[in-house]
């Protein structure tokens, strides 16, 4: 016990719960995805999935928890971690390498604040349906909830729809220095793998983004509707 909490006070042992938490959201962000990119299929399998992740009942919200858990541990860590860095060097370089730090690496902290503000307005608009109530009582031949008719009228605002283009190119932003990071953590930087990594990283961010912003630009073209 004694070993875990001192493993966990040491640097290396908050890089990687940093590097893991980071990487169970990244899956949580995948799988997201690859849910709602049923609202191509048309609102049967869309409404479908959405009442199967209702039906988990008690198992959703153990699910939620624990995102919840990773996405605190995630931040509160960085956080430490950037205090020990500032502590371990309070007068700062004479030369910095700020220039060889590539754009993404320098917007870690205000784009993951910004993906933060985001899943705040997120929840608030589709799953809680604070920002326009009427989300609540939408409901489909079979009595589900429409999430399907929820989207298309959710993305048909232009002000609601950039706002999440944004938030995703942040996200995906996030996630491209993220996978450089998790790999340099788990010791995986050698100068074989780096290239692999490195392009991995880009393709896959590029994927999660175009992927996300396809659902409100679909929407905002007519080629999703009701
Ligand atoms: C175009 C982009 C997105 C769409 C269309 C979308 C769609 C949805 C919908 C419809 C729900 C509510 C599901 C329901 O109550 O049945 C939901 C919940 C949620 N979304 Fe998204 N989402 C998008 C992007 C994201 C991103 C980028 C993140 C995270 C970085 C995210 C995180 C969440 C979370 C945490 C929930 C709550 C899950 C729960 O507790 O049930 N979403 N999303």
Redesign the pocket.
């Known amino acids: 016990m004694n070993s875990i909490s001192s493993y966990l006070s040491s640097s290396i042992g908050r890089k990687w719960i940093v590097a893991l938490t980071g990487l169970g959201?990244f899956g949580?962000?995948v799988g997201?995805?690859i849910g709602?990119l049923q609202?191509f299929l048309g609102p049967e399998p869309l409404n479908r999935y959405?009442l199967f992740?209702?039906s988990l009942g008690e198992l959703?919200w153990v699910?939620?928890l624990g995102?919840l858990a990773m996405v605190v541990a995630h931040i509160v860590f960085t956080i430490k971690l950037r205090m020990e860095n500032r502590a371990a060097r309070p007068v700062g370089y004479a030369v910095t390498n700020r220039r060889a730090a590539t754009f993404p690496a320098r917007m870690m902290t205000l784009s993951g604040l910004m993906?933060l503000c985001?899943?705040i307005f997120?929840?608030l608009h589709?799953?809680a349906h604070k920002i326009d109530p009427s989300f609540a009582h939408m409901t489909d031949a079979m009595g589900r909830?429409d999430?399907y008719r929820?989207?298309i009228l959710?993305?048909q605002s232009k002000a609601a729809s950039t706002f999440?283009i944004v938030?995703?190119g942040l996200?995906a932003m996030h996630l491209n220095h993220g996978i450089g990071s998790l790999f340099q953590t788990l010791g995986l930087n050698s100068a074989k793998l780096r290239p692999l990594w490195e392009k991995g990283g880009v393709a896959l961010s590029w994927l999660i983004f175009l992927g996300?912003?396809s659902?409100?630009v679909a929407v905002l073209t007519g080629v999703l509707k009701l």
């Open positions: 959201l949580f962000v997201h995805l709602n609202v959405a992740l209702q959703l699910i939620r995102l993906v985001f899943i997120h929840l589709f799953t909830h999430v929820m989207l959710g993305f999440y938030a995703v996200l996300y912003a659902i409100p």
